[in-house]
């Protein structure tokens, strides 16, 4: 599937302006964005706001079906903070449908945060190179993505497919 959206409303921000929201970004995935210095702009993508840092998209801000927002690394910040929080590990069984935009079936999940409870939005990386390939909504809680051995486990957001993994503006 193709999304048909493109970048609009593109414009500078200062940092203090969304200091709240890398904060929370921050403390969600235990990670240090180091924007210091960094020229930040934001856009909206979609129903997304985007957050671009030195041209590269690397946050988006996305709602739930409660209409509550909440920020997360695109896949290529996943790039840059590989060991942030929230993951899923897949077997390489399931990467050609994730790459597709398929949701996450729990028999292909082989690890995952301990701290992932329903609801919240999480990464999914193969186990192998530990690199991103899907973000979306958790179905289930992380131990119990990796005890079951049927159902989805996680509704898939933003993948590799996407033409956002290679948005470099």
Not at 29 to 50: K, N, Q, R
Not at 80 to 88: C, G, N, P, Q, R
Request: hydrophobic fraction near 45%; include cysteine; charge should be negative.
């Amino acid at each position: 599937m193709t999304r048909d959206w493109s970048m609009k409303k593109r414009r500078p921000v200062r940092r203090k302006k969304i200091a709240p929201l890398l904060v929370d970004l921050e403390n969600a995935l235990d990670i240090d964005l180091e924007v210091d210095g960094a020229f930040l702009e934001m856009a909206e993508y979609g129903p997304w706001t985007m957050v671009l840092v030195d041209k590269i998209a690397k946050a988006i801000e996305v709602q739930n079906e409660l209409q509550e927002r909440f920020v997360f690394l695109t896949l290529r910040g996943f790039l840059e903070h590989e060991h942030a929080a929230k993951w899923v590990e897949v077997d390489h069984g399931a990467i050609p449908f994730l790459m597709k935009g398929a949701d996450c079936m729990v028999a292909g999940v082989h690890g995952a945060d301990q701290g992932i409870e329903i609801g919240d939005l999480v990464w999914i990386r193969d186990m192998t190179h530990k690199r991103p390939l899907a973000i979306g909504w958790a179905i289930m809680e992380g131990n119990q993505m990796v005890e079951e051995t049927k159902g989805k486990g996680i509704k898939t957001l933003h993948w590799v497919g996407d033409e956002l993994w290679d948005m470099e503006l």
